[in-house]
């Protein structure tokens, strides 16, 4: 085997409030959330202590992220709305000393069909391209997410390395292009592949989303790679290494 992949768990909180552990305030940081809850209807997101509507011109649509940069103090709270319905409230209880990027996912609480839990990360200040492995999907198939090497930077004769991606981890890799393919008991001959660009420095997600109707509309299961990149001109291989980074969550309020 020519390499393998290093990951690390992360804790999923499933409650209507959760907190986010990082100790100076003001200072700004650079916020990706990204919306896995499935809903028709587009989220509104309100940063309660400085009373600032984050999405005020562009509402967060399922299955979409945005980036804000914004200070997030100790005790903050990020208020979700839908339809103008209170659905979850994100409370930060200490931040980063210095600014850093952080990972904000919303899905359906389990055993609610209206609430949100909330998924976070905190990215590590390291060179090679992270890759967040989030799984928001709700419902009785089973598939993994695998990364695939890129077919150009494989010696004539050898098969491109393919390794599954353990759900709710974070991995490091080297700068370049990947397929990332949602496998199930299928024939690979069969699978469709998304292309993956990872420059570096980048910080990456992976979602597995969809599952059960809501509110009479089917979410289909299908993957979500953000940001949508077009590949590079140039091939990698697949020698990965563990992200020593923290997902956390603590219990509602």
Known sequence: MRTSLLQ???????????RITVGTPLIQQHLTICDAYRSSTFLEILHVDQQVVLTKNKPLKYKEC????????????????????????????????????????TRHREGSSRTLAFESHAFADVKNPQIA????????????????????????????LMEALRFNSVVAVPSGRYNIALLGAEALANMTTMPLLA???????????????HQGVAFPQELVIYP???AVDRGISMVCVMVVALFFFAAPL
């Open 199 to 213: 420059e570096s420095r980048a910080k990456l997600v992976i979602m597995r989303v969809g599952g059960r109707t």
């Open 8 to 18: 690390n768990d992360f804790k999923i909180h499933q409650g209507g409030k959760s």
């Open 133 to 160: 492995v989030v799984d928001a999907y709700s419902g009785n198939e089973t598939r993994s997410v695998n990364i695939i090497e890129n077919s150009e930077a494989v010696v004539s004769g050898q098969t491109p």
């Open 66 to 105: 945005q980036e804000f940069m914004l200070p997030l103090m100790e005790g903050d709270r990020l208020d979700f709305k839908a339809d103008g319905r209170d659905i979850g409230t994100f409370h930060a209880t200490s931040m980063p000393k210095s600014s850093a990027s952080l990972l904000l996912i």
């Open 228 to 230: 949508k990149n077009s």
